[in-house]
């Protein structure tokens, strides 16, 4: 019997990855994290999440890929506070702040 998968609906596994943004990390990481993946970046706060996240997302934007920030918790402002603090903007990202979805459904 012939297996039912064909070759073509065999996913291959690629070694392409994503520069972070950050040089020293991309070097730990042998050039970046692994493309095509989801990554949750956990630490208490101030540790450097919104920044990394920030970074990531602005390297991909110099690298002509598109961007996406989903906020479930910070503010816009509170993003704003952040990227201005490292001299960036939020200009070219369009962000989804679900704290204020959360604000506009209560009664």
């Not at 291959?12 to 520069?19: G, H, L, R």
């Not at 970046?41 to 920030?54: E, R």
């Amino acid at each position: 019997m012939k297996n039912a998968r064909s070759k073509k609906n065999v996913s291959t596994i690629t070694n392409e990855v994503c520069s972070t943004g950050v040089e020293g990390l991309d070097s730990i990481l042998n050039g970046g994290l692994p493309r095509d993946c989801f990554y949750l970046i956990q630490g208490d706060p101030g540790s450097g999440k919104t920044t990394l996240a920030l970074q990531f997302l602005l390297e991909g934007l110099q690298r002509g890929e598109a961007a996406f920030y989903v906020t479930l918790s910070e503010t816009r402002d509170e993003l704003l506070k952040v990227t201005r603090s490292h001299g960036w903007s939020l200009e070219s990202i369009p962000l989804l702040e679900l704290s204020a979805i959360e604000q506009l459904l209560r009664p």
